[in-house]
T-cell receptor, first 114, second 114 residues
């Protein structure tokens, strides 16, 4: 158990819909990272927040947005969903601001868009 | 494109044998990490090797890093069926300014047969 929690575990929705994925980092960790894992693209970094502020951005689509709240939990919002957005979405956390330190991953949310 | 690329894509061995996986990357790094993922689950951090280190051990794991060749290898000795998983190398890459993002390869699927 990494100490990172993600909800929900599974999400099934239809194209065009909007969903919110939630992540609670390990106690004391200030950075939260979001990743998307699909068979064709592999594991792709989406975005990082550090202590409430956006820190680094990766291959995140404009239809996707995220935020980190004062209690350090984070939400990833996916809108206008397409079939290709079906994937595993992971949240990870780390103590510091730099992503090149050890990250602790949550169990993931499996999103299926029908 | 991926910063890190693992080789081979898949590896099948018998219990008790050693497993070696390789990773090549393209740009200079601060450190290189290896993660493990059991099917459909979150990633688990295995080991981190800094750019000024050449070899590191952790239990049955041995990691080497050759920055001149931009490559790393992960050796698992005396493998067990429970080692069956996908193994990913991850390297940091600049994400703009002083920010970094962790970039994962597509992984090596290791199967250890009892």
């Amino acid at each position: 158990d990494s100490g990172v929690t993600q909800t929900p575990k599974h999400l099934i929705t239809a194209t065009g819909q909007r969903v919110t994925l939630r992540c609670s980092p390990r106690s004391g960790d200030l950075s939260v990272y979001w990743y998307q894992q699909s068979l064709d693209q592999g594991l792709q970094f989406l975005i990082q927040y550090y202590n409430g502020e956006e820190r680094a951005k990766g291959n995140i689509l404009e239809r996707f947005s995220a935020q980190q709240f004062p209690d350090l939990h984070s939400e990833l919002n996916l809108s206008s969903l397409e079939l290709g957005d079906s994937a595993l979405y992971f949240c990870a956390s780390s103590a510091g601001a730099f992503s090149y330190n050890e990250q602790f991953f949550g169990p993931g949310t499996r999103l299926t868009v029908l | 494109s991926q910063q890190g690329e693992e080789d081979p894509q898949a590896l099948s061995i018998q219990e008790g044998e050693n497993a070696t996986m390789n990773c090549s990357y393209k740009t200079s790094i601060n450190n290189l990490q290896w993660y493990r993922q059991n099917s459909g689950r979150g990633l688990v951090h295995l080991i981190l090797i800094r750019s000024n280190e050449r070899e590191k051990h952790s239990g049955r794991l041995r990691v080497t890093l050759d920055t001149s060749k931009k490559s790393s290898s992960l050796l698992i000795t005396a493998s067990r069926a429970a080692d069956t998983a996908s193994y990913f190398c991850a390297t940091d890459a600049r994400s703009g300014g002083s920010n970094y993002k962790l970039t994962f390869g597509k992984g090596t699927l290791l199967t250890v047969n009892p």
